[in-house]
């Protein structure tokens, strides 16, 4: 079955960091572009950053450029992101979500089930 | 950024009903167009991708139209398991991904 599960969510102070993981399996990992993913409570959904099969093309928004990190490790089928200098608005369920294509045309065909990262004194 | 406007922001509607759901781009996406369907506490799942090409196990009652700036999401009969938000997506002006705001499809 293909599959992510996304862990290292929790409670952090403003200004603290965090890392989340997202194991994949049921595909091969090394071959699939991969996406981060969230959204705020009761919000819509916020793109954040893209890393490509091979980690070497690496993409953030604009409101997370400079203080979170994304990366992956292919011989251990994860995808990570470095979260630093943390703020209440970053506080959101995140997900991994891995990235296909139909010729030019791109999509998240397949999800986690998302961690909770709450930003919070 | 390109915005993507989803109309209506809620819907009722009735199982058997046939509903239309409308996004429209900012600029010109030509078909870089995904939609997905979102249940509470659950992660996103996609339906369409490239406008009007449904996802592999989609039922066909969902069908995607539209290119350019506007497009629509339709559902023709609809069951119990349909009352979701549904989220568009432009994959244009790629990395810089951009998401409708989402319509919540609720039971009259």
């Known amino acids: 079955e293909v599959q992510l599960v996304e862990s290292g969510g929790g409670l952090v102070q403003p200004g603290g960091s965090l890392r989340l993981s997202c194991a994949a399996s049921g595909f091969t990992f090394s071959s699939y572009e991969m996406n981060w993913v969230r959204q705020a409570p009761g919000k819509g959904l916020e793109w954040v950053s893209y890393?490509?099969?091979?980690?070497?093309?690496?993409y953030y928004a604009d409101s997370v450029k400079g203080r979170f990190t994304i990366s992956r490790d292919n011989a251990k089928n994860s995808l990570y992101l470095q979260m630093n200098s943390l703020r209440a608005e970053d506080t959101a369920v995140y997900y991994c979500?891995?990235?296909?294509?139909?010729?030019?045309?791109?999509?998240?065909?397949?999800w986690g089930k998302g961690t909770t990262v709450t930003v919070s004194s | 950024a390109i915005r993507m406007t989803q109309s209506p922001s809620s819907l009722s509607a009735s199982t058997g009903d046939r509903v239309t759901i409308t996004c429209r781009a900012s600029q010109g996406i030509s078909s870089y167009l995904a939609w997905y369907q979102q249940k509470p506490g659950k992660a996103p799942k996609l339906l369409i991708y490239a406008a009007s090409t449904l996802q592999s196990g989609v039922p066909s009652r969902f069908s995607g139209s539209g290119s350019g700036t506007d497009f629509t999401l339709t559902i023709s009969c609809l069951q119990s398991e349909d009352f979701a938000t549904y989220y568009c997506?432009?994959?244009?002006?790629?990395?810089?991904?951009?998401f409708g705001q989402g319509t919540r499809l609720e039971i009259k």
């Open positions: 979500a891995r990235e296909s294509y139909y010729y030019d045309s791109r999509y998240m065909d397949v």
């Open positions: 890393i490509s099969s091979s980690g070497s093309t690496i």
């Open positions: 997506q432009q994959y244009y002006s790629y990395p810089s991904i951009t």
